[in-house]
């Protein structure tokens, strides 16, 4: 069920002919309330498209009725005229809605440094706004209309036993493709949460979920998660409870973009471990799962550990190559500063790796989600904007 | 005529038989003086193989008799026994040329975490030794043995019209394939200089020329480049002459690297303008020659600047991306916030791409060197090692 899993929201997914063809491309989530607390996490890019510069804005006040999200094009490196486009949607939806633009947050992804058809966006707002649904496939064709090389919709839904619930979407293919790999995200709940507490869970989520997939070192300009909540349950979990249950609905939507990343044959988990902090320990997590060499040689099925030694030492993390482990699929193939097994007893022949750091050193521990660099990658990547 | 070139030195490059085959993969680098000052830098990765650990240790009096260089194996990640062998080839050249093994440095490239096949290493060492000449031949065959997956020797030299000079030979497919792409470069010169001159025009040189070839951020656990002054010109030039050619044979030999990468179809520079520092236009430089994004765009032609500007608010460097310019091959693309000509404006069908990033915010500037990202890097460099 995904975003109108839990009470109190509408979804809509449409084709406004903004992408060439019929495919669909303008979504539409809506919040009935009764409440409207929100929250929102962005890019850190210095470079932000107009609707994140938007979005950023209208969320001042943790409130929020409703995200347009449209694929197609990024609206970013767009100047004023691109935030013009992007208010004058905002301002369309609150029309067609009954309710203020301030309440209305804006997503983009495609081609970055082109102005959106607002020929085709505006149209297509009234279209999604006349087609809005509680139903499940609803939320199907809003999860389809914000994907650019994605190949399927992902969503996710988990719910308390207490009965409130949270549901998502994601949109991206896993940076693969950072013109089209965006990744945005709308979580919804049906929970009594005020936008403070809402906030505070979303950033504890995203820590080790969103923040923690990495497959080229790319940063979007539009990258965008928010979350939304209705209070239609009426029921308050405690804080931790809904930070807990926010964390894994994220975690599954994130396992769904490393999965459905573009070009990739591996799905590669990198844990670190023995890390002196954790900011450590994601540090070489993510040097190692953006260097091209370890993750072609994982495109080759070949273990070569000699890679991922090399990614670890060019950290400013703390390193203590003679206590360092490293080990592929379970098999211990460098530790005590020797090769200590032959590369040739590690079976990489299935889709999924785990790359296993222990550095001996501390207490903290992280794992990033990344893939293979493959020759799909390259022809994706160099195909696609010419 | 490279190392030989500079009068005192002699060079020689065998088939040891370290390589599958009968290919050159043993150099020898002699130092006949009267003076033997020397200088080197090295890798900054934290896992430094076992030659680079010696080198760093036999180069504290600023004193070198000699260099051997293999391929065939880093000798990295391989413990005090990998140390040991470093050592036992650092003596066997001794022994060779009757002189102490701490006159002799040591430089290794090829796949990391194996032991160096002694039994080829040591012997090779004596047919070296036996084979040194001062010939332009010999050079070239010294150049030739350090290859891994560089498709030609790369050699450079200059004269002073003062009567001194300075040759060098490099190695490296542009870290296109770290386990391979390590980059060692030896040079030599016959100008009288000391150890702590040498040592301070090396650094300066390398700062704006070793440093500044960054193809896919790799930083090799091998890479090392080495100085040598025999001082058998007699001449003794200025700390800035001396300086200034030693970085222009150096920014040759960069070049031949860039041009000489493996799997890459353009040589790409990347020049930064208008930074508050110096160190924010290196740090931009290669942010955009280290994305995946803005490489295969490259590779297809595509002169897609939006990924650049993606790039470009990745990095920790001061930006205003009101007031950046973007230019490739003499096209500007995006001033002032917003898309000033088409990408299809660019010429992008030659193999030299010149990319202009000006943030008017300073007066400091940087060029960065690198390449596109093909299909041949992803084939190389997931076929290496299995």
């Known amino acids: ?189 049906d929970a009594v949460i005020d936008g403070d507490a809402l906030d505070a869970a979303l950033r504890r989520a995203s820590r080790t979920t969103f923040d923690r997939i990495d497959v080229d070192g790319g940063t979007s300009t539009n990258d965008t998660v928010l979350v939304l909540a209705s209070g239609a349950s009426g029921v308050s979990p405690s804080h931790e409870e809904f930070a807990e249950l926010l964390t894994t609905v994220s975690g599954d939507l994130v396992r769904r973009l490393q999965h459905d990343a573009e070009g990739a044959t591996k799905a590669v988990d990198i844990t670190v471990r023995g890390a002196v902090s954790e900011d450590d320990a994601v540090r070489i997590g993510r040097v190692v799962a953006e260097d091209n060499l370890v993750s072609t040689a994982l495109f080759g099925s070949d273990p070569n550990w000699g890679r991922i030694a090399m990614a670890l030492g060019r950290t400013p993390a703390e390193v203590d190559v003679g206590k360092a482990e490293i080990a592929v699929n379970g098999v211990t193939l460098y530790a005590g500063g020797t090769p200590v097994a032959e590369r040739d007893s590690v079976d990489l022949s299935g889709r999924d790796v785990e790359i296993l750091i222990d550095l001996h050193l501390g207490e903290h521990t992280a794992t990033i989600l990344t893939t293979d660099l493959s020759h799909d990658y390259v022809e994706e990547n160099s195909a696609y904007s010419s």
Not at 42 to 67: G, I
Not at 85 to 92: I, N, P, V, Y
Not at 153 to 181: C, E, F, R, Y
Request: hydrophobic residues 45%; aromatic residues 2%; proline residues 5%.
């Open 1 to 189: 069920m995904s975003v109108t899993g839990p009470a109190g929201f509408r979804a809509a997914g449409v084709p406004a002919g903004i992408k060439a063809g019929d495919a669909r491309d303008l979504a539409l989530i809506v919040n009935d309330g009764p409440h409207d607390s929100a929250a929102g996490v962005f890019t850190t890019n210095k470079v932000r498209a107009a609707p994140v510069l938007w979005s950023q804005q209208v969320l001042h006040e943790r409130r929020l009725r409703a995200v347009v999200l449209n694929s197609g094009g990024a609206n970013a490196c767009t100047g004023p005229e691109g935030f013009q486009d992007t208010h004058a949607t905002a301002e369309r939806v609150g029309e067609a809605l009954g309710i203020g633009a301030i309440g209305v947050a804006v997503c983009s992804t495609g081609l970055i440094g082109q102005r959106l058809p607002m020929e085709a966006v505006l149209p297509g707002v009234d279209k999604a706004a006349a087609a809005l649904e509680g139903s499940e496939q609803a939320a199907t064709d809003a999860a389809t209309a914000v994907l650019t090389t994605d190949s399927l919709p992902k969503q996710a839904q988990a719910t308390h036993p207490d009965g409130w619930s949270i549901g998502g979407l994601v949109k991206g293919a896993g940076m693969l493709a950072p013109n089209l790999a965006t990744m945005l995200g709308v979580l919804t709940t």
